[in-house]
């Protein structure tokens, strides 16, 4: 079955490699992808195994924004606020 839908939040608290693939997939659907991780990297866990530069580089061509440091406070089903792990003004993302 395809995906429906044109953008999708990926919200990622584990740093692990699930959000990274789960990102990666969405984009390569042709959705407009945001990723929210209140990491300080993206994939931190996935580092020593050097996994994520390649696939950043895969989805470098893609519609992708990254918000490392950043914590998801709502989700309406239509839309998200995001704002700054260390504050600041909250910001709403589609």
Same mark, same amino acid.
């Given at each position: 079955?395809?995906i429906n839908?044109?953008n999708?939040l ?6 692990h490699?699930?959000?990274?693939a789960?990102?990666?997939h ?10 929210a =991780?209140r990491?300080p990297? /993206?994939a931190? &866990?996935m580092?020593?195994a050097l996994m @994520?530069?390649?696939?950043?580089e895969r989805?470098a ?7 490392v440091? =950043?914590?998801v406070?709502? /989700?309406d089903g &239509? ?5 700054r @792990? ?9």
């Open positions: 079955p395809g839908g044109t999708a990926v919200i990622d608290d584990v740093g490699y699930e959000g990274l789960c990102a990666e969405l984009v390569q659907s042709g959705m407009k992808v945001t990723f =991780t990491l990297l /993206v931190p &866990q580092r020593p @994520v530069d390649p696939a950043l989805m061509d893609g519609d992708v924004v990254f918000h440091g =950043t914590r406070l709502s /989700v &239509q839309s998200a606020v995001l704002q @792990v260390t504050g600041g003004s909250p910001w709403r993302v589609n």
